[in-house]
């Protein structure tokens, strides 16, 4: 699975780790994640991440 980066603050999402504070959780692929949830660090929506693996 492909790892993804916020290109406003450079928050990586990594398909292994989720983001369980968030409800994500580990092995749950960038695609599968629900459209409203939004980057944990500076909250931009997932139109705002890019791959990078």
Do not use: N
């Given at each position: 699975m492909?790892?993804?980066k916020c290109t406003v603050c450079a928050y990586i999402y990594n398909p292994q780790?989720?983001?369980p504070d968030s409800g994500i959780n580990p092995g749950t692929a960038f695609e599968n994640?629900?459209?409203s949830?939004?980057?944990p660090v500076c909250g931009v929506d997932k139109s705002q991440f890019e791959a990078i693996e």
């Open positions: 492909k790892k993804y780790l989720g983001d994640i629900p459209d949830w939004t980057c």
